[in-house]
């Protein structure tokens, strides 16, 4: 059942460039109206995986079938049902805004007065209805973002794929961008999106995968994730140099002690509690910060990294 509903199904897909293997042999299903996410830090083979999802990258091994067809036979006739929001902007800047849209429309075969109406329904959609006749090149990095996502759906795609919808946006337009993904999502559109903020992922995303080096090292929901492989609360501390024996001290304090070169995190139900502890035990760290657990700390107990270096 799931099987037949899965829009997409990947089995030990591989990709490889030369002898660096780049995605190895990953399993994922992701099923109509979910939002799905691949978490993962620069390199671990987001990208990659998504090209050939999209159907511009051959996979050198495995099974990929999207939307019920075969993705290494049947590459036009899914791209043409897919949405694509690319990790680089690829928008035409000597176009108009209005305009990227149209010409984007007639690679789908879209007629010129349907894709023009379309568009200004799009460009309102992702609140850029008023800079509809401007070039693209003056637009801010969340405008040219918003931009490539309203182009994505000219085709009205049952399947979107956005690589980093938000990567190097301020905050403001990256919530902007999250909004318009949300409505979408409302919309029962099936999102799968790539990014290396964790709280993008929790956001966004009903499901996930954390990637690492090509591989999956987890999959399940936000919440799950964080429930198997973190704890409800963590407890950030600076501990001064002359306690540089201290995460030693705070054996016993909490689950789990993590030492990073900068803080040392301390895994724990309850953080009040901790932080009682570690002053019972004489240690006077220089700052302290009680948080809730983190799909960070999913990534760093996972792989022993942190997901932004
Ligand atoms: P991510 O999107 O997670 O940052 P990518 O899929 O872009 O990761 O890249 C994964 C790895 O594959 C990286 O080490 C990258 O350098 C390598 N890679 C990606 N594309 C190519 C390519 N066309 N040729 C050679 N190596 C590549
Ligand atoms: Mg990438």
Redesign the pocket.
Known sequence: MVENRALIAATALVKR?GD?T?VDGIDVRVAAGEAFGFL?P????????MRMIGCVSRPTSGRLSILGLDAARDGPAIRARLGVCP?QDTLDPELTVLENLVVYARYFGIPRRLARERARELLDFVQLGDRSGDKVEPLSGGMKRRLTIARALVNEPDLVLLDEPTTGLDPQARHLVWERLFRLKQRGVTLVL?THYMDEAEQLCDRLVV?DNGRIVAEGSPRELIARHSTREVVEVRLDLDNSDAPDKLDGIGERVEVLPDRTLVYTEDGDAALAEIAARGLRPSSTLVRRGSLEDVFLHLTGRTLVE
């Open positions: 460039f660096f780049a993962g620069n390199g671990a083979g987001k990208s990659s995986t990790q790539t990637m």
